[in-house]
Nanobody
Framework: QVQLIESGGGLVQAGGSLRLSCAASGRTSRGTMGWFRQAPGKEREFVAAIWGSIGVTRYADTVKGRFTISRDNAKNTVYLQMSSLKPEDAAVYYC????????????????WGQGTQVTVSA
């Protein structure tokens, strides 16, 4: 069983930065940790993911070059550094994990956090 707890959300102006954290209980260092987001009235969408002890990463095109995912295996924590934030980045951000390699499909993930709200003002 894996429990995921997100933190770091909040209100930021467009162009600003935030860092989200996801603390995991249970062994996740060999699997994939991902971030998804869901805005009101929209489907949950893939943002970024990191896999394995060597940290293979993948990003959605909409965040590539602005967001960076990383993980600290010793702390069992994954981070999402978000820069150059845009109003369209506003959403509830969810951390998720799966045992296997990276997937961009939310249905492929086994465990989910409760989410953290990110609000971006224009």
């Amino acid at each position: 069983q894996v429990q995921l707890i997100e933190s770091g959300g909040g209100l930021v102006q467009a162009g600003g930065s935030l860092r989200l954290s996801c603390a995991a209980s249970g062994r996740t260092s060999r699997g994939t940790m991902g971030w998804f987001r869901q805005a009101p009235g929209k489907e949950r969408e893939f943002v970024a993911a990191i896999w394995g002890s060597i940290g293979v990463t993948r990003y959605a095109d909409t965040v590539k070059g602005r967001f960076t995912i990383s993980r600290d295996n010793a702390k069992n924590t994954v981070y999402l550094q978000m820069s150059s934030l845009k109003p369209e980045d506003a959403a509830v951000y969810y951390c998720a994990s799966r045992i296997l390699a990276i997937s961009t499909m939310f249905a492929d993930y086994d465990y989910w956090g409760q989410g953290t709200q990110v609000t971006v003002s224009a």
